[in-house]
């Protein structure tokens, strides 16, 4: 029902930047929550920043003065600005968003890779 395009990822070295982009297929003032995961090899799914009525809820401790989360409401769009990023850092990034209506249902990105290597 919502989908969810990601771009924005890549290779980078370490201390460079990246942004990632998820564009909707809906209007994303009315979702309950977005956010942004990612999934290292053999780790679990881990939050990295989450908002809720366009307000910061929560960004993962080790990410905490490097990465922000925002939104472009004109555009249905989500953002992950990664600054300073680290090799640790390196994983798949999943784009996710929560709707109450009809059912409260979350949606998820294909996911998109960013590597932070030398």
């Known amino acids: 029902q919502v989908q969810l395009v990601e771009s924005g990822g890549g290779l980078v070295q370490p201390g460079g930047s990246l942004k990632l982009s998820c564009a909707t297929s809906?209007?994303?003032?009315?979702?309950?929550?977005m956010g942004w995961y990612r999934q290292a090899p053999g780790n679990q799914r881990e939050l990295v920043a989450l908002?809720?009525?366009?307000?910061?809820?929560d960004y993962a401790d080790s990410v905490k003065g490097r990465f922000t989360i925002s939104r472009d409401n004109a555009k249905n769009a989500v953002y992950l600005q990664m600054n300073s990023l680290k090799p640790e850092d390196t994983a798949v990034y999943y784009c996710?968003?929560?709707?109450?209506?009809?059912?409260?249902?979350?949606?998820w990105g294909q996911g998109i890779q960013v590597t932070v290597s030398s």
């Open positions: 996710n968003v929560v709707v109450l209506a009809p059912l409260m249902t979350p949606y």
């Open positions: 908002m809720r009525s366009n307000s910061v809820i």
């Open positions: 809906t209007t994303i003032y009315s979702f309950y929550a």
